[in-house]
């Protein structure tokens, strides 16, 4: 099976992505926007213990 052999103008892909995605959403004031405040670590996962070394005698087989 082939693929069709079509070609769109930039006008017509500006087109079939307004259709796909819409309007985008207005633009941020800058007097809106915050500063980024930096967490702590992520806590669903433990803190990691031990060496490299540890782990890979932890972890190796038999």
Same mark, same amino acid.
């Given at each position: 099976?082939?693929?069709?052999?079509?070609?769109?103008?930039? @006008? =017509?892909? &500006?087109?079939?992505?307004?259709?796909?995605?819409?309007?985008? +959403? +207005?633009?941020?004031?800058? @007097?809106?926007?915050? @500063?980024?405040? =930096?967490?702590? &670590?992520?806590?669903?996962?433990?803190?990691? &213990?031990?060496?490299? =070394?540890?782990?890979?005698?932890?972890?190796? +087989?038999?």
């Amino acid at each position: 099976m082939s693929e069709p052999n079509e070609s769109f103008t930039d @006008e =017509e892909y &500006a087109f079939l992505r307004h259709v796909r995605f819409g309007e985008l +959403p +207005p633009g941020v004031c800058p @007097e809106d926007r915050v @500063e980024l405040t =930096e967490t702590d &670590a992520r806590r669903d996962r433990p803190e990691p &213990a031990g060496s490299p =070394e540890e782990w890979t005698l932890r972890n190796s +087989p038999g």
